[in-house]
């Protein structure tokens, strides 16, 4: 009996020892953390997607050398994320750490990776902080600074000649940003602003009331996921929709508008990407997406597809020789290679200088609901958090 | 009557023991820092879930809040070296001074209640203060707070040091469980666990319960809010998802699942239940590749499907928890 | 004073929803001294449920009624398969034992119905809003929701206080032995209340179901708002729970509706944006502290066994 528990301990300790040991081998090793579980999965399915289709694109080699990547969920959680991105670094010795879809989960994450000077490409996630004071050489962003979409919008109401707007938002990093970022641009009156539970209360009626009693011109808002879903569904409920107009970032997406449907018809949004840019890195990325998934990818996606190609082109340039850090980071500062979204430039601190477009939602060929680009609200913007970063380069 | 150390219970103990003194010569010698960091978080939480035995198992108190005391420690930490004060000697002092006065305020409002109100009247205090972090914008709301030193001793006391600070969490972990034994088995825990199975018996024989079971409480806080400085120290980062009652839930998770009211329970328990989290989606990828081939890294995305029924089949089959079961092996 | 109405509407209807939970939750423990988390999981599967039948039969009120006896049945299979054997154990074996449950649950939607949550869309007769007083219109649906909720809870009076059944399990909540041996099918009785307690739960999902995304994890939120409710109310008591409910809901909306510019008053409006989301968040939960303070028993104790 004795031995047999003896034995059993033994064989418990041993699934530990077994855990991953870290191997030299000739690979690029790529960790991707976003969410796989839980009901923003649904983002990360998308992300994961478009890498995969990223790396088929590329033939899964980086400078000759074969890709290996490693997804890890975060669970939505900080303390997870940062807990799958240390095992990234530490145990299975990534080149790149990619993903990030939230800000907090980023935050909680930058510091061992870029402490043990390894890259980090978010392709979502974009916190003032690190645009800002927390900016790092070994940090890059294939998406925005939180704040770039909604001054686009802010900018957007100023050309539409909207006197007073209503902002809601949830209260967590990015939900901050946002409406800090509208208010940088929005030249007219702010009547309200409410920042509500996340993640959690999903029932809007108690704004929704507060909105009708104001009486502004407009409403923004932002709702990433499933939240987007329930408050387009409850503005049309509550008799809103028709009533006051709503203006979004981030809001509506291909991810979201399946459940949407109707609802997002004429709602605008801004965005610095839409699935029916004209240039060619984009028209093959969605066709080859739509091929396989059957869906219309997001722009969640085209960014992880934009991180792809950024991590390749860092590669390529110094041949395979993951050790030289400096020529890799001298590359990726040029932006060299064919973004889905067009050309654009990293200022100082390794966000992008790029355009936003103002998008709608219509009706494809085959009758699927879809986003268009309508036109260019601003030109080559930059993130206003730029000057306090120290780097300069 | 003589004591039969050599039980199946105390040798899956001891290998244990021994295995955690081991792992920063394991991570030395393969090179893979992150079982070390791994254990570190094990360790520190295993540490506030002997805390939260201390008053659940023995004394019949179930906290549903006692996450609360890892941020109230965590935080204390985070919010003086953001302010630029890095010595240890003056945060941890403060981590646990806040930890003890948070824990007497709550402790004296609700023992006065009993059961499930209990539980939930520990929870409302928990989520105050979570919803209080929540609301500090100047020490990050919900995106916490970077660490960007360890608390700072002096010589040659070194947490930045990862194997020194591995080591140190250990020590306090093996201190919080003996000392948990030792107030335990004196006069004071045998009031206190007289007190869980009949209070009313415990007070007719003079004992002024109420008092035993508050500074009872207190001691618990105070040991989780080190733990709380601890894990505020091993990760450098503090944020109000440390103080969730996800996070509470957790912690009486791994209680229950290592066994109550038993000396290494809480140990064994935090061992499991992390190690699983880890490990089982890794054995579903091995055990579902056969069959379904490249698909079974998305299989195992799901090992909460395992994990859900896995506690369910403990409950049932295991009284006192793992502990328990092992106990129960020596009778066949 | 239209919006303090309004307001007041919309913490009523929220009220009235946690109720519904609420009711459930506290029958169970009531009657079978059992804490059940994976009462939460009920009233998401009866979203999903709502949202797969209504697509089905593309018909609302239809739809809706049959993920209302789909929750019972799969309440009461639970019960019988793995609620039952955790009868008479401690209080923390149920909260392990359930909460495995809700992991289970939640990784069960998640295969059946995918990570991406549903829709239900609700008919033209519901979508619209109604002019209740000049100057205030309201939502058809929550009007309906109100409606329902507030049957439901008669209903529930009159089942628990005048009828057969009510004085079965008015008995064996008080004395469940007494009660078995009087000849009471004990087992069928529970059954009976769990699947009662499930459906409830399943039915303030469904409702729900049109406001909100069906998604996972939906049910967490409110399963602790639940708990706050009946232990505010008095465990056992449904009119506590009732009440409790009530007061959850008006309290948390009219938190969230005036703290704002409450704080305003005394702080920078910046301030106050910040402070007024993570204080109404608080508020039922400092509600819940001083009423235990004060009755450590909840606001409608149940005459101990």
Known sequence: MLLRTVFAGAAVLSVFAAMPA????????????????????????????????????????????????????????????????????????????????????????????????????????????IAGELCSPFFFSTSWQNDQTPQAVGEYMNQKGVKSVYLIGPNYAAGKDMLTGVRATYKGKIVGEDLTQWPGQLDFSTELSKVRAAKPDAVFVFYPGAAGVQFLNQYAQSGLRGQIPLYTAFTIDSLSLPLQKDLALGVPGAQHWVNDLPNEANKKFVADFRAKHKAYPSFYGAQSYDAAMLVNSAVTAVKGNLDNKDGMRNEMRKANYASVRGPYRYGNNHFPIQNFYLQDV???????????????????????????????W | MTTVWFTPRNVVVAILLVFLALVPVYSALTGNAFLMTLFTRILILAMAATSLNLILGYGGMVSFGHAVYLGIGGYAIGI??????????????????????????????????????????????????????????????????????????????????????????????????????????????????????NDRRMQAIGFPTYRYRLVCFVIAGVMCGLAGALLANHTEFVSPAMMHWTRSGDLIVMVVLGGMASTFGPLIGAVTLLVLEETL???????????????????????????????????????????????????? | MLLVLEQCLNGLQLGLLLFLVAAGLTLIFGIMDMVNLAHGSLYMIGAYFAATFVAWTGDFVLGAALAFGATLLVGMLLEVIAIRPLYGRDHLDHVLGTFGLVLFFNELVRIVWGPAGLRVPLPDWLNTSVQLLPGLSYPTYRIAIIVTALAVALLLYILVMRTRLGMLIRAGASNREMAGALGVNIKLLYTLVFGLGAALAGLAGLMQAPILTVQIGMGENVLILAFVIIIIGGIGS??????????????????????????????????AATVAPALSSMMIYL???????????????????
């Not at chain 1, 494809?364 to 780097?391: W, Y």
């Not at chain 2, 299989?299 to 079961?325: C, H, K, S, T």
């Not at chain 3, 009119?239 to 703290?259: E, H, N, P, Y």
């Open chain 1, 362 to 392: 219509v009706k494809d060929k085959e009758g699927n609901l879809t986003l268009q680009t309508v036109a260019t609200i601003v030109k080559d913007s930059q993130d206003q958090f730029h000057s306090r970063c120290p780097m300069k």
């Open chain 2, 281 to 332: 989606p890794i054995l579903i990828k091995f055990a579902a590749t056969p069959f379904v081939g490249a698909a079974a890294s998305r299989a195992a995305e799901y090992w909460q499907i395992v994990m859900g029924p896995l506690f369910l089949l403990v409950v049932l089959f295991a009284r006192g928890g793992i502990n328990g079961l092992l106990e129960s092996l020596r009778r066949d």
């Open chain 3, 287 to 305: 509600v819940m502290a001083i009423v235990l303070v004060v009755r450590p028993q909840g606001l409608f104790p149940v005459a101990s066994k």
């Open chain 2, 80 to 197: 003086l070296a953001h302010e630029g004060v890095g010595s240890g000697f003056i945060q941890w002092p403060l981590a646990i001074g806040a930890s003890a006065l948070f824990a007497l305020g709550v402790g004296a409002l609700s023992l006065r209640t009993r059961g499930l109100y209990f539980i939930m009247i520990t929870l409302a205090f928990a989520q105050l203060v979570y919803y209080f972090g929540v609301g500090l914008d100047r020490y990050g709301a919900d995106d916490g707070l970077q660490l960007y030193r360890r608390s700072q001793f002096v010589d040659p006391i070194n947490m930045s040091n990862r194997t020194q600070f591995y080591y140190w969490c250990f020590a306090l972990l093996v201190a919080s469980i003996y000392l948990t034994w030792r107030i335990v088995n004196s006069r004071f825990g045998m009031v206190i666990q007289g007190s869980r199975s």
């Open chain 1, 22 to 129: 870290p191997a030299q081998q000739k690979s690029v090793k790529i960790g991707f953390v976003s969410t796989f579980s839980g009901p923003t999965a649904v983002i990360g399915n998308d992300m994961r997607n478009s890498f995969e289709l990223a790396l088929d694109h590329i033939g899964r080699k980086m400078g000759g050398l074969p890709v290996e990547v490693i997804y890890e969920n975060d669970e939505q959680r900080p303390d997870v994320g940062r807990q799958k991105t240390e095992k990234l670094i530490q145990s299975d010795r990534v080149n790149f750490v990619v993903g990030y879809i939230w800000s907090n989960v980023l935050l909680a994450s930058l510091k061992p990776v870029v402490d043990s000077q390894t890259f980090l490409i978010s392709a979502n996630a974009g916190p003032s902080q």
């Open chain 3, 238 to 271: 449904i009119r506590g729970a009732f009440v409790a409910a009530i007061m959850v809901g008006l309290i948390d909306t009219i938190g969230r509706a005036f703290l704002p510019d409450i704080l305003r008053l005394v702080m920078t409006s910046r301030g």
